[in-house]
T-cell receptor
Framework: GQNIDQPTEMTATEGAIVQINCTYQTSGFNGLFWYQQHAGEAPTFLSYNVLDGLEEKGRFSSFLSRSKGYSYLLLKELQMKDSASYLC??????????WGAGTKLIIKP | EADIYQTPRYLVIGTGKKITLECSQT?????MYWYQQDPGMELHLIHYSYGVNSTEKGDLSSESTVSRIRTEHFPLTLESARPSHTSQYLC????????????FGEGSRLTVL
């Protein structure tokens, strides 16, 4: 079967760094996405990884290890506006997106 | 900036009513989707489409229908609303390429009494 696991909630301090992990099990893999979703709003795209390694985009970076079924989203220089849920989603062998339940990130001053 | 619009944003209706949630995008995307999401939960795929005259069922499709007569328009219809349909409905679109990210509308929050 297919399964995605993310921590339910994390707390971090403004200005710090936080890493949100995502582990998955799937019979086929065609890429992994990270989305940000503020409360009551729609998800917005953050990153896409299909090959192993780190993709950096400003304060946000995403890492993928296909052999380990593992990805993480790294957020640096945290700001209060980064308080949101972060959704991990993988594209399976049929190119359909399988979504995790999301990690709620709480930023404290 | 994404150009995908959903109406209505909020709807409160009684049990048994027929409703249609509208979704339009101006990006020329071939692929469109409808998702259902409850607070703090994952997105569940209801229906999707690869293009005009293409519609496919997702995990939660049994109580709703969609149509894709035009590229830009992908309405979702509930023939007989029930309280269990109370949820947030999100429409999204993407290019057909593998790395094509989804662009989401602002959502339609439905309450069935």
């Amino acid at each position: 079967g297919q399964n995605i696991d993310q921590p339910t909630e994390m707390t971090a301090t403004e200005g710090a760094i936080v890493q949100i992990n995502c582990t998955y099990q799937t019979s086929g893999f065609n890429g992994l996405f990270w989305y940000q979703q503020h409360a009551g709003e729609a998800p917005t795209f953050l990153s896409y990884n299909v090959l192993d390694g780190l993709e950096e985009k400003g304060r946000f970076s995403s890492f993928l290890s296909r052999s380990k079924g593992y990805s993480y989203l790294l957020l640096k220089e945290l700001q209060m506006k980064d308080s949101a849920s972060y959704l991990c989603a993988l594209k399976d062998s049929n190119y359909q997106l399988i979504w995790g339940a999301g990690t709620k990130l709480i930023i404290k001053p | 900036e994404a150009d995908i619009y959903q109406t209505p944003r909020y709807l409160v209706i009684g049990t048994g009513k027929k409703i249609t949630l509208e979704c339009s995008q101006t990006m020329g995307h071939d692929k469109m989707y409808w998702y259902q999401q409850d607070p703090g939960m994952e997105l569940h795929l209801i229906h999707y489409s690869y293009g005009v005259n293409s519609t496919e069922k997702g995990d939660l499709s049994s109580e709703s229908t969609v149509s894709r007569i035009r590229t830009e328009h992908f309405p979702l219809t509930l023939e007989s609303a029930r309280p269990s349909h109370t949820s947030q409905y999100l429409c999204a679109s993407s290019e057909l390429r593998e790395s094509g990210e989804l662009f989401f509308g602002e959502g339609s929050r439905l309450t069935v009494l």
